[in-house]
């Protein structure tokens, strides 16, 4: 392949893809007998051997159960356990590791919130989310609205898939007690300006949740600098392992939510008489935890602390310029989501083809797209579409493979369309 590196600006070294995807060794295989060229970071990124290295050294040489402090091994594994906690504070630049609570990742970080605001919520509430919401931060909500009698009151989106700004300043109000919004769209990439959103909530004490999925794969979140009250994201998606994810959220607020889930680990005591609950983070961690994924989502930051934050930004940016600039090559190709602050995703479709054969040829080829209502079935109304096709990048793809999938889609549009 040519053309892998990817110049930042004069001043700035070039973020070397080259090397980069041989951390990676699923991305030299090849699908269906071509080069894979994997673009659906979106759903779930690919793992550096750093990642797959942590989690290989922690099982040889670590594994027990944590927080019982009865051996060495137990220790080690407890150590191992707390620095990854540790690392995503540093991460987040949270205040304290007791505002770190482990997950299953983004959908079960909003549903631990949703379940803990519940006792605040009563009839009449309303919980601000946006029309280009992931259906984790709708459901969960609309499912304590159902307990409540509060309302989930959706911010309309402009075509462009950008938020209404003017309609979420006037549906704010005294009954507006939530406001819990995607920092970025896994559909239209739009990043939102949460900094700006919270700040208007917080100025009428709104509880303020960002679901930040498809943020942490590009940007580093300031949890203190956004002021929001909580963070969430999953560790799948910034290439940690599966079946782990974050919750930030402030401690008051965190001290005041009932638990989230009962049984060991969230106890301090029990008798059949009266429970009590463990300190923070421990209260919302019941059961033995995901350990080695920890220990990898750990590794997954250090690895990203180690590459250029802003090559990164630059190379991924220059991704999705050739992108928007190769779109005119597909007759009848139009991108859904062409807000002007974006990461690299674009979905799109084809007149006359289907997003799900779009899909099926692309990966003919060997190239991995997602099609679908990307769990987005609001927004896919909105744009009175059933799905779209899906192109997500990360900064280990190249623009070579950008062409490639832009060469493919030529054909399969002048075959099938
Ligand atoms: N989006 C996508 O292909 P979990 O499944 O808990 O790790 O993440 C849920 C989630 C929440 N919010 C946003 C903005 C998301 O994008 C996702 C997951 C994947 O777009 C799978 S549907």
């Excluded at 005294?174 to 949460?194: D, F, M, Q, W, Y």
């Excluded at 005041?256 to 009590?276: A, C, K, L, N």
């Amino acid at each position: 392949m040519t053309d892998l590196s990817v110049a930042n600006t004069a001043n700035q070294p070039a973020l070397d893809v080259e090397a980069i995807r041989r951390d990676f060794p699923i991305l030299s295989q090849q699908v269906n007998g071509k080069p894979l060229v994997y673009l659906d970071n979106g759903a779930s990124a690919q793992k550096p051997v750093a990642v797959l290295d942590a989690m290989d050294r922690y099982y040889r040489e670590m594994h027990s159960n944590v927080h019982r402090g009865a051996h060495t091994l137990g220790d080690r594994a407890t150590s191992a356990f707390e620095g990854a906690r540790e690392t995503v504070r540093g991460f987040l630049n949270a205040a304290s590791t007791r505002e770190i609570i482990w997950t299953r990742g983004t959908t079960e970080a909003i549903n631990l919130v949703a379940n803990g605001l519940a006792p605040r919520l009563q009839s009449g509430d309303e919980i601000l989310v946006t029309q280009m919401e992931h259906h984790a931060n709708i459901v969960p909500w609309q499912m304590v609205a159902e307990r409540t009698g509060a309302k989930v009151i959706p911010i309309p989106v402009t075509p462009a898939g950008e938020l209404e700004l003017d309609s979420f300043h006037s549906l704010l109000n005294e009954r507006t007690k939530v406001l819990a919004v995607a920092h970025v769209s896994n559909v239209l990439g739009t990043v939102n300006p949460i900094a700006a959103l919270i700040n208007e909530a917080k100025k009428r004490g709104i509880i303020t949740l960002v679901d930040g999925a498809q943020a942490v794969p590009h940007y580093q979140p300031d949890v203190q600098a956004l002021d929001c009250d909580f963070y969430a994201f999953s560790s799948h998606k910034m290439f940690g392992p599966t079946g782990i994810g974050v919750l930030y959220g402030k401690s008051h607020l965190l001290e005041e939510m009932p638990p989230y889930q009962g049984g060991g680990e969230m106890i301090e005591r029990v008798s059949f008489e009266r429970t009590t609950w463990n300190t923070l983070p421990y209260k919302f961690e019941a059961g033995t935890p995901a350990i080695a994924e920890a220990v990898g989502l750990g590794a997954a930051i250090d690895y990203l602390g180690s590459l250029d934050r802003k090559a990164m930004e630059a190379a991924e940016s220059a991704l999705l310029i050739r992108a928007n600039d190769l779109v005119e090559s597909v007759p009848g190709m139009e991108i859904i989501g062409t807000a002007t602050d974006k990461v690299p995703v674009i979905s799109f479709k084809i007149a006359g083809l289907h997003p799900s054969d779009i899909g099926t040829l692309l990966d003919q080829q060997g190239i991995a797209i997602r099609t679908g209502h990307h769990c987005a079935m609001p927004l896919m109304d909105f744009y009175g579409v059933p799905g779209t096709a899906r192109a997500s990048f990360a900064f280990y793809n190249t623009l070579n493979e950008v062409e490639q999938l832009f060469t493919a889609l030529q054909k399969i549009q002048r075959l099938f369309a």
